[in-house]
């Protein structure tokens, strides 16, 4: 199976000794403590899930900036984003600035238990140039209507790093027991299956006839045997599709319409950054720690609004030197259901189409037809699927009117 990012081996942080996690919780309720950001808590999740391989905690302020102006740590380690506790000033208690070692209270999670026990290795504060710096770099704009640029900017300025040692999994194992994994779990199952070759799926929403398509276009290009469905169940911007809603439509699809033993669904406990090209190259370490193979870039992966080119998300691994990453990009262009083949085809392949030859519904359109209760066309979504959306839309229609 293809090797971790950066490491022979995974690096979960997560305290997998029932006895070391019971004394570490004991000593947690000690500590100071903070309650930290949710994009904090989400990285110290994806830390324990072996997902951030082979990083250790949370970055200084060196570090943060090198990874956003080089995409590499001060150590060449390829890296996309930062990856940060940041606190604000008012969480900076004496007691917190002079202890050595903190609890991470959890914001998701009623009661606020501990999350984390981390140690402070620095505090430092980040200037309103560095701050620029690093929004820009990470998301390509520092204009506040990006999400991803909003959620960062507001954080808080004082950078907590250090190494962590993680006490649970969030809400995400709790909440989603059938579909959360850690990246040490996928490997084992693709293990048991005996997978050699593994294309991984990125997706944030609902699969559509064409996403569908897609997976298995890459795998049979690519040779694989099997589909990783990988789903984020972190915090989206307003008006995605809950987790719950996606993930019963994606197993629904693929109960029907995949050959058994061919898909392996999971999710992930981390929050959407919305950061384009750099979260495109985030995706495929999450991927490779997983032990998939190839991971599919689609048109504008994981971009928002028009702050991306529909391609600059494939063309940043052109930038990436051989032997940063191991595992392979499978380069997608837009797909849909073309009237004149009756199938689900890759838009750069058939330059003899005019728009009108392609059932190709744009996501206001989908979401207006969904709220009004009427089907979506069975070329663009498998009728089982648009049934599963068609009734939490109903549902949020039935809330509003009450």
């Known amino acids: 199976m293809i090797e971790p990012h950066g490491s022979k081996e995974l690096n979960p942080l997560y305290v997998d ?63 996309p984003v930062p990856v940060l506790n940041v606190l604000r000033d008012s969480q900076l208690t004496p007691e917190v600035r002079r202890s050595r070692r903190i609890a991470l209270r959890d914001p998701n999670v009623e009661g606020h238990p501990v999350l984390a026990v981390q140690e402070v290795r620095a505090i430092e504060q980040i200037s309103d140039e560095q701050m620029e710096a690093l929004v820009r770099d990470t998301f390509g704009t520092t204009q506040p209507e990006h999400p991803g640029v909003t959620t960062f900017s507001s954080a808080g300025r004082s950078v907590v790093s250090g190494p962590i040692q993680v006490l649970n999994y969030s809400y995400f194992s709790e909440e989603f027991p059938d579909t959360f994994r850690t990246a040490g779990q996928i490997r084992d199952e693709i293990a048991e299956r005996g997978w050699r070759k593994v294309v991984a799926f990125q997706t944030r929403n609902p699969m559509h006839r064409a996403h569908e398509e897609l997976c298995k276009m890459a795998r049979d290009a690519v040779g694989a045997d099997g589909v990783l469905i990988h789903m984020l169940l972190g915090r ?145 979504a498998r009728p089982e699927v648009a049934a599963i959306l068609m009734e939490f839309y109903r549902q949020q229609t039935t809330m509003v009117s009450i």
Not at 33 to 52: D, H, Q, R
Not at 236 to 247: S, T, Y
Request: glycine fraction near 8%; proline fraction near 5%; avoid cysteine.
């Open 17 to 79: 000794d029932a006895a070391r996690r019971s004394e570490l919780e004991a000593e947690a309720e000690r500590l100071p403590s903070v309650l930290v950001s949710s994009a904090a808590a989400a990285n110290a999740v994806m830390l324990a899930s072996g997902y951030f391989t082979p990083l250790a905690g949370y970055m200084n302020l060196r570090e943060a900036l090198s990874v956003a102006e080089n995409m590499a740590t001060p150590d060449g380690l390829l890296w």
């Open 236 to 380: 989206l911007k307003p008006g995605d599709v809950p987790a719950q809603v996606r993930d019963a439509a994606i197993r629904k699809m693929v109960e029907l319409y995949f050959p058994a033993n061919t898909v392996l669904i999971a999710g992930y406990g981390f929050d959407m950054l919305y950061a384009g090209p750099r979260e495109a190259v985030l995706h495929a370490i999450f991927r490779q720690n997983a032990g998939a193979s190839h991971l599919i870039v689609g048109r504008d992966h994981a971009g928002v609004g028009n702050f991306y080119g529909p391609f600059d998300a494939q063309a940043i691994f052109d930038t990436i030197h051989n032997g940063a990453m191991k595992i392979e990009i499978f380069r997608a262009d837009h797909t849909a259901w073309s009237r004149k083949l009756n199938r689900v085809v890759m838009m750069r392949d058939h330059a003899d189409h005019r728009p009108e030859d392609y059932v190709n519904l744009s996501g206001t359109k989908v979401r207006e037809m969904l709220q009004a209760g009427q089907p979506l066309p069975e070329e663009f």
